[in-house]
């Protein structure tokens, strides 16, 4: 069975950092794409930053430069290090895979349950 589960979420101030981290299990990812989204009261789940296989990356223009997502294959993981963080990074993020990198939701077959992120001004 394919379970994702997101941690790493929290309370912070703007300005600060975190890093979540995405557990990926029932299966090797490795030849599969990565993506965190995030998704605000009211607001449609929104793309943040995906990783291909080949480590190929796509970043939302609104994080670019503040986070980054790394892999680590041989424990089937994913990250994101979120640096500079303003309350419009406040969110639920969610992890998911496909097998090719994606910028849109609807098109992720596996999702984890969401770790929320919370940003204080």
């Known amino acids: 069975q394919v379970q994702l589960t997101e941690s790493g979420g929290g309370l912070v101030q703007a300005g600060d950092s975190l890093r979540l981290s995405c557990a990926a299990s029932?299966?090797?990812?490795?030849?599969?794409?990565m993506g965190w989204f995030r998704q605000a009261p009211g607001k449609e789940r929104d793309f943040v930053a995906a990783m291909g296989s080949d480590g190929t990356t796509s970043y939302a223009d609104s994080v670019k430069g503040r986070f980054t997502i790394s892999r680590d294959m041989a424990k089937n993981m994913m990250y994101l290090q979120m640096n500079s963080l303003k309350p419009e990074d406040t969110a639920v993020y969610y992890c998911?895979?496909?097998?090719?990198?994606?910028?849109?939701?609807?098109?992720?077959?596996?999702w984890g349950q969401g770790t929320q992120v919370t940003v204080s001004s």
């Open positions: 998911a895979v496909r097998r090719v990198l994606s910028t849109r939701s609807n098109e992720y077959g596996y």
């Open positions: 029932g299966r090797s990812f490795n030849n599969y794409a």
